[in-house]
């Protein structure tokens, strides 16, 4: 949105240069987008971890 916005207000249009900048723009909110799942996933995993080490935790206290 802010390179539409600084091409409108550009007195100099050479539409080249932005459409760089929008699709260099692009390609960082995809790697973004990507990188979010990816923590997600990994933050999915380490809840399950931890949920099998508080469940067997939990069971050899009370098998005591």
């Given amino acids: ?7 409108s207000l550009s ?3 050479q539409i ?3 459409e760089k900048v929008l699709f260099k ?3 960082e ?3 973004m987008y ?10 999915a995993e380490y809840v ?8 067997a935790k939990y069971h050899s206290n009370r098998e005591r």
């Fill in 1 to 7: 949105m802010q390179t539409l916005y600084a091409y």
């Fill in 11 to 13: 007195e100099d249009k």
């Fill in 16 to 18: 080249k240069d932005f």
């Fill in 25 to 27: 723009s692009v390609e």
């Fill in 29 to 31: 909110v995809n790697e």
């Fill in 34 to 43: 990507i990188w979010t799942l990816s923590l997600l996933d990994e933050v």
């Fill in 48 to 55: 399950v971890i931890d949920a099998e080490s508080r469940a």
